[in-house]
């Protein structure tokens, strides 16, 4: 199977006053081993996109393929199943448990998905070394740079080994220094052979990916 | 600013999160329930060990004595019985006296009263006394006075009115020498009572009583059914069991002794009481407690909502979000517990220390306190928790973090 995920004419639409279209028939294919970034405007239905890749919402119509199973007929506790074990998430605002260290933070990662303690710690030191943080465990994460930061989130959602990594607006927080340190990162992983969707409205990020997918008004051209 | 937009933006913010508010309106109400129930409960419990540590109630003895069984058997109490308890130590006064049989009251009436619409004839019940009477119920005279020991050795033919016979009877003074019939003979009024202390002997209240002697003549009410004796404090006891010995050394077991009940069953009343009274208040502690707890893991949840979207997106279902608000809320009530019962066993020793008292502990209640604490918690957390678990996701992973 060649295609992590498979988005066939799906639609969302929120009930609202009137009916708001977030996603029109959108159809997008990403391969294994793919880095690709979806571009566009606020509001243009790009954090609607990232929540139905990601499993935490349904689209209205249309079929979503994830490793070849179809999701939108699953009941939800295997979506949340599905979600938490081959699914990583790097979100804008990092989302670090203020008051747990860099380590227990990145341990996280793999906790609903029935690791052992023992090995969540042994692959969060692999991952912190991963993202050049191996001399931070025992910081909180308030003492860290942005950069840092992201790169300890990035390092907690590569914990639970996913099939893809998805990413919103992930350096959408930091300055230029910062960004080169998580965009060197994200190639360093690429190179390992992981899968990365971005959603970003930076043009210099999104120059990086493999492809770039743009969406305007909830569709994709 | 002006004070109506402050109260408008104060309004608002009560109103901008109703869980909130009414469970922190809910621990002030039963904050200050407390407080007001505290208050009101002592002093109600007050009245209560009050009441039983009443001194009347305390040293008043009543002694029934059985009707004889056949027409010409002896008296089981004589009358020159009483005057062998009045010299046992600690009997302050007694008194005996026999009465008309219940339900065969006798006709009484008063010769003064001259309207003859009125009914004249009252069934009253009729006492015959010792001198006595009035120390040993601790009956006061609203007019007059009580006949003495003359009266009774001569036979005089003179009665003291209960407050109730008087009012029946139309009597209200006792001046103008008034006199009674009572079943067609009659003797002089020379005095009314007022109220009778004991509340055991409300009955002299509306009768007419007469000395046993002059009684003996013509009436017919037999031998002493009745002995009332009252006790210095702390005697009742010992008194309760030596009167009827020395009331009828025959067959002091066939006398019937009404007695105060004993210190030991009274201090265990009292304790009984005030530890029912503590309880109470130990127990609405703990409701403040849980609502305290409900309403600060209520605003954890609050707080934490991007926490709960971000555990979500790693895979945490519902389930595993409610567990993990109970067992923080299962935690602080628990941690609450072993401190609580710590600390409260140290006040214990403190007060016992301070007041010279020898500290006594429930080990049993020490122990489970923190299991105590523990269900306070888990209780508290389970609206917090069911609010995290309903969180969608996506809105969640917007809130604060
Ligand atoms: N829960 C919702 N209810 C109603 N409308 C929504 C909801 N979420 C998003 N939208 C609307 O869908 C459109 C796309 O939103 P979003 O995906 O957040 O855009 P982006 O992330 O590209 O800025 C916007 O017009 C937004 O207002
Ligand atoms: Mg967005």
Request: aromatic residues 4%.
């Amino acid at each position: 199977m060649t295609y992590v995920l498979e988005l066939i004419a799906v639609n969302r639409v929120f009930p609202a006053d009137p009916p708001v279209t977030a996603l029109a028939g959108v159809d997008l294919r990403v391969r294994r081993g793919e880095y690709l970034a979806i571009v566009g405007p606020s509001g243009s239905g790009k954090s609607t996109l990232l929540n139905v890749l990601g499993l935490l919402d349904v689209p209205s119509s249309g079929n979503y393929l994830f490793e070849g199973a179809e999701t939108t007929t699953m009941a939800d506790r295997r979506r949340t199943e599905l979600r938490g074990s081959r699914i990583g998430f790097v979100f804008q605002s990092f989302h670090l448990l203020m008051y747990r260290s860099v380590l227990e933070n990145v341990m996280l990662g793999g906790l609903y998905t029935g690791v052992p303690a023992a090995v969540r710690r042994t692959r969060a030191v692999a991952a912190l070394d991963r993202v050049g943080l191996g001399h931070r465990h025992r910081f909180l994460p308030s003492r860290l740079s942005g950069g840092e930061r992201q790169r300890v989130a990035i390092a907690r959602a590569l914990v639970g080994d996913p099939a893809l990594l998805l990413c919103d607006e992930p350096t959408g927080n930091l300055d230029g220094a910062n960004t080169a340190s998580v965009l060197d990162l994200f190639d360093d992983l690429r190179a390992a052979g992981a899968t990365l969707l971005v959603i970003t409205h930076d043009a210099t990020v999104a120059e990086r990916a493999d492809r770039r997918v743009r969406i305007t008004d909830g569709r994709i051209s | 600013m002006k004070v109506r937009d402050l109260i408008t933006e104060a309004v608002s913010g009560v109103g901008a999160r109703p869980a909130r508010t009414v469970l922190t309106i809910a621990g002030v109400v039963v904050g200050i329930g407390t407080l007001v129930t505290t208050l009101g409960v002592s002093a109600t419990a007050g009245n209560q060990i009050a009441g039983r540590f009443d001194a009347a109630t305390a040293t008043g003895i009543t002694v029934h004595v059985p009707v004889p069984t056949g027409k010409d058997a002896p008296p089981a109490v004589s009358w020159s019985a009483p005057g062998n308890v009045a010299r046992l130590n600690g009997v302050t006064a007694i008194a005996a006296w026999s009465r008309t049989p219940e339900g065969r009251d006798l006709p009484v009436r008063a010769n003064a009263v001259r309207d003859p619409t009125r009914i004249l004839d009252r069934l009253l019940p009729v006492l015959g006394s010792t001198e006595t009477l009035p120390a040993a119920t601790r009956a006061s005279l609203a007019a007059g006075r009580f006949f003495d020991a003359g009266h009774v050795r001569r036979r005089d033919r003179v009665a003291v009115l209960g407050a109730l016979a008087a009012e029946q009877l139309g009597l209200t003074r006792i001046d103008n020498q008034p006199a009674v019939l009572v079943d067609g003979t009659a003797f002089t009024v020379i005095g009314i009572l007022g109220t009778v202390g004991r509340q055991d002997q409300q009955v002299l209240g509306t009768a007419v009583i007469l000395p046993w002697t002059a009684a003996d003549d013509g009436l017919d009410l037999g031998p002493i059914s009745t002995v009332a004796i009252t006790t210095a404090l702390g005697a009742a006891q010992l008194i309760a069991r030596q009167a009827p010995v020395a009331l009828d050394p025959n067959d002091p077991e066939g006398l019937e002794v009404d007695a105060p009940p004993d210190p030991a069953s009274l201090r265990g009343g009292v304790a009984r009481d005030v530890s029912g009274l503590l309880l109470i208040l130990g127990l609405v502690s703990l409701i403040v407690g849980a609502l305290g707890i409900a309403n600060v893991t209520l605003v954890t949840v609050l707080e934490r909502t991007a926490e709960i979207g971000l555990r979500r997106a790693m895979g945490a279902r519902r389930r595993d979000i409610a567990i993990q608000f109970l067992l923080e809320s299962t935690v602080i009530g628990l941690l609450g517990g072993i401190v609580g019962a710590s600390a409260g066993i140290l006040a214990v020793v403190a007060i016992s220390v301070v007041k010279q008292w020898t500290p006594v502990v429930d080990g049993t209640l020490a122990a489970a306190s923190p299991l105590v604490g523990a269900l306070v918690g888990l209780l508290a957390g389970l609206y917090p928790a069911m609010r995290a678990a309903r969180m969608q996701p996506v809105e969640a992973l917007r809130g604060p973090s």
